[in-house]
T-cell receptor, first 114, second 115 residues
């Protein structure tokens, strides 16, 4: 089955700096890559996603890149703010019997220091 | 996205008992998913529930331990049976929604503590 690795497990940055989280996946058939943010005690919330026919996608301070050849994808957060502090999960999704089967990475705890 | 609710939001249970978690969606969805999130860990898929058919379980999860019902297109239940402290986790349901219906959105979760 699909295996998703995520690095780093923890990340501390100064407010205003950039943060980068990297993930790799194993199944070349994966075609959809969502990123979720989970604040303490809350549900995971989708923040951005990218499909396999796109190399890069940006939404304000957040961007995601995808390298299908290398099976790498990354989340970039610019101008970080304290409210960006949370656990971030990458995921790789593959079509399976009419739905998308999602495999999550291990998570990155981001701390933005004011 | 869909509006998803879960009951209960949290519970403390005794070893050997069972707990049924409910998941309600505000729109009809084909597939519903149940995940477990152990403390400080990632999300692990337990099973996928399609209305009108038996749930499909992932490796390591069995129907006797985690029976699932899916009586209609807006509702599902997950039962955690014969609980032990190792079952202490957050249980989340999710549904596919969005423009191309391939994005999963999560319910608020049920925090289960087993003593």
């Amino acid at each position: 089955g699909e295996n998703v690795e995520q690095h780093p497990s923890t990340l501390s940055v100064q407010e205003g700096d950039s943060a980068v989280i990297k993930c790799t996946y194993s199944d070349s058939a994966s075609n959809y890559f969502p990123w979720y943010k989970q604040e303490l005690g809350k549900r995971p919330q989708l923040i951005i996603d990218i499909r396999s026919n796109v190399g890069e996608k940006k939404d304000q301070r957040i961007a995601v890149t995808l390298n299908k050849t290398a099976k790498h994808f990354s989340l970039h957060i610019t101008e970080t703010q304290p409210e960006d502090s949370a656990v971030y999960f990458c995921a790789a999704s593959i079509s399976s019997g009419g739905y998308q089967k999602v495999t999550f990475g291990t998570g990155t705890k981001l701390q933005v220091i004011p | 996205s869909a509006v998803i609710s879960q009951k209960p939001s949290r519970d403390i249970c005794q070893r050997g008992t069972s707990l049924t978690i409910q998941c309600q969606v505000d729109s009809q969805v084909t597939m519903m998913f149940w995940y477990r999130q152990q403390p400080g860990q990632s999300l692990t898929l337990i099973a996928t529930a399609n209305q009108g058919s038996e749930a499909t379980y992932e490796s390591g999860f069995v129907i006797d331990k985690f029976p699932i019902s899916r009586p209609n297109l807006t509702f599902s239940t997950l039962t955690v049976s014969n609980m032990s402290p190792e079952d202490s986790s957050i249980y989340l349901c999710s549904v596919e929604a969005g423009q191309v219906s391939d994005t999963q959105y999560f319910g608020p979760g049920t925090r289960l503590t087993v003593l």
